[in-house]
């Protein structure tokens, strides 16, 4: 068995992640995630968005994904130790690691390990595998809204990643799912959400300011909606055992759109 390792923080899983682990998911024919740890995204980030916990959970809900696991960070910030936990669980197996990006032979400490091949370039090797790619317009289609258009960066049976664009002054209605939770990282821009746990009558309204994560559990009532004069891009993570447009309940439509 080829077994193909791909590594990272996916914080926040945007498309390049998914280009990456898709490609991955071919070169091999199980497909392992190391991900790393929420001191490893501080100590290069400055701050992590999601938790451990809750990226590791998205990342299972991925059908091209066999297997996740958490490995102990080195003074490099490499993925050494992940390549030694995964040859010592699968001895006779060839272990192949991917890395995509700019990464080279040159420049990653992770060739020291031994018995392990390695694969560049792999989900290719232009800046698409950044952050920002995450606002171009891609080949995926606008669905148009009321309140302004989504697209699907990723649709399985268990996990949807859409991009978001909600219009200045626009909303939309306050709703509930009873099959899936929803993680949202407003990648640019700024909006609101009136939120509550239990009943519509009783929203609470929370500010999201630019970069901010918010988490919709499951039969929680919420409405997201625009103040300001710019539009507002939000990558929401859809996991659970339906993620269809028809698990909605909606109570009441934006008085504004």
Known sequence: MKVSVASGGFDPLHSGHIQYLKASAKIGDHLVVALNSDDWLIAKKGKNFLPFTERKLILEHME?????IEFDDDELGSCKNALYKVKEKYPNDEVIFCNGGDRDKDNIPELEVENVTFKFGVGGDSKANSSSWILKDW??????????????LLKESNLTVKEIMLEPGKGMSLQKHSMRSEVWFVSKGECYVNHSESS???TKEIFL????????NQGHWHQLFNKSDQPCHIIEIQYGDKTTEDDIE?????KNN
């Open 64 to 68: 091209m994904v066999d297997e996740v």
């Open 250 to 254: 909606r109570h009441s439509y934006f």
């Open 209 to 216: 300011p630019n970069e901010s994560v918010f988490t919709v």
């Open 139 to 152: 080949h995926y289609g606008d669905e148009d809204r009321v309140w302004g258009s989504y697209k699907n």
């Open 200 to 202: 519509p009558e009783e």
